[in-house]
């Protein structure tokens, strides 16, 4: 492998952070490969989110990102329209990367040093981690989980989903933080889901703790906890059997809001999947096969709850029926 520089793998962190943001499963399938590559590039991709998160969009000239303005009732000659449009997108583009770039300086890389790496997969991927001390991870699609060399009994998981079989060891605790949560096992299985505004944790054998610094919840076997933005944990118990059904081909759900189903879909299958707004909060009880043409999954999930799914852009919408015209 090519030795490369620090500023060369900061503006490699930068060009996929911007890639990323319209990409496709070609373009994850390269993305995970360049993680891979190096642990310095995962280094540098959360150093980059960090910088955007930290800079406010203000810093970004409006005239950069914005439609190109015409007041002119006469319509542009196409040869001369479309050098305007690209060269505005251009520097929107660039005024972004420039943003990133300054601000990516200025932060310290928490994650950084060659001990702390991380393991990614693209949508519709899956992959088993081998974490050390007997203990493994199986993450599914679209997941981000941070390792550490000197601490295999502590991991993070940034996104996604991940089921973790951990080898119990009283003197040494396995804690996994995912954002605000942490969760620390007592001789276990358990499957965790973190997405923005969404903890999920399910316990398939023996039990844990969450928060184990703070609140102290104990859990057992067939014992589920969610946390919905910044809501208190709810606690309910179901057949551990049902736990963890992404990995058997199988969603299963009891009142879960369409929109955490259709993440949990997109991460499965590979294909984005998005929610009208206006039913995002339906709830949907039921069972959901993973196995055989994603479309299809899709449009007779749909289908079930009485709306409709369809293209668009990259992917799919799942929106009400169309109503028949008076």
Known sequence: MTRRT?????????????????????DWD?????????PANSDAFDAVQRAETATTAEILPEH????????????????????????????????????????FLALPLLRSGPDRFEVATAAGQRRTVDLGDGSA????????LV???NDTRSVELAAGEATFTVHHDENRPFTVTAGDHSVQDTGTRFNVVAEPGRFELT?????????????????????????RGNGRPVVSREDPAQFAGWQ??????????????AADLSRSVGTPLRVDP?????????????????????????????????????GWLIEPQARAPH
């Open 6 to 26: 620090v500023r060369e793998v900061r503006a490699e962190a930068i060009g996929w952070h911007l890639r990323l943001r319209d990409g496709g499963p070609d």
């Open 278 to 314: 206006a039913i995002r909060a339906l709830p949907f009880t039921g069972s959901i096969s993973i196995v055989g043409d994603q479309n299809e999954t899709i449009a007779d999930f749909a289908a079930t709850l009485g709306l409709r799914a369809r293209r668009a852009g990259n």
């Open 203 to 227: 316990v398939i054998e023996g039990s844990v703790i969450f928060e184990p610094e703070g609140a102290r919840v104990p859990l057992s076997a067939g014992q589920a906890l969610a946390v």
């Open 248 to 261: 058997r081909g199988r969603l299963n759900y009891t009142s879960a809001p369409l929109e955490a189903v």
């Open 137 to 144: 991870a199986v993450l599914n699609g679209s997941t981000r």
């Open 64 to 103: 950069g990102m914005a439609a190109p303005a015409n007041d002119d009732d006469r319509l542009p000659d196409e040869a001369t329209s479309t050098p305007v449009r690209r060269g505005r997108w251009l520097t929107g583009f660039a005024a972004l990367a420039a943003v990133l770039l300054v601000a």
């Open 147 to 149: 390792l550490d060399r």
């Open 30 to 38: 390269l993305f995970v490969h360049w993680l891979e590559d190096d």
